[in-house]
Nanobody, 122 residues
Framework: QVHLVESGGGQVQAGGSLSLSCAAS????????LAWIRQAPGEGRDFVGR????????YYGDRVKGRATISRDSGKNMMYLHMNNLKPEDTAVYYC???????????????WGQGIQVTVSS
């Protein structure tokens, strides 16, 4: 069981940037995939990006590509999200999620944080 805790959200002006952190309660096995997934009010989940823990391979969703950067600190069991050029449509609850394995074509995320609100004002 892995517990994930997000931090760093808040209110940001359009055009600004944000940084989120995800702290895992235990060492993250190399088979895991960690991701950021967001959900705006009244909408479905929107994939932001993911990182394979074994090799750091990254993949981003189309709506944030070029504006989002995911990074990690394996020693601290931490994952980070940095986004710039924020838009009002980036307003959402951002979740950190972990999958025990990389599966194709869709990754099943087994563990989720409680989420953190990011609000982008115009």
């Amino acid at each position: 069981q892995v517990h994930l805790v997000e931090s760093g959200g808040g209110q940001v002006q359009a055009g600004g940037s944000l940084s989120l952190s995800c702290a895992a309660s235990t060492r993250i096995p190399n088979t895991y995939v960690l991701a950021w997934i967001r959900q705006a009010p009244g909408e479905g989940r929107d994939f932001v990006g993911r990182i394979k823990w074994n090799d750091g391979d990254l993949y981003y969703g189309d709506r944030v590509k070029g504006r989002a950067t995911i990074s990690r600190d394996s020693g601290k069991n931490m994952m980070y999200l940095h986004m710039n050029n924020l838009k009002p449509e980036d307003t959402a609850v951002y979740y950190c999620a972990a999958a025990r394995a990389f599966t194709w074509p869709q990754i099943k995320y087994d563990y989720w944080g409680q989420g953190i609100q990011v609000t982008v004002s115009s």
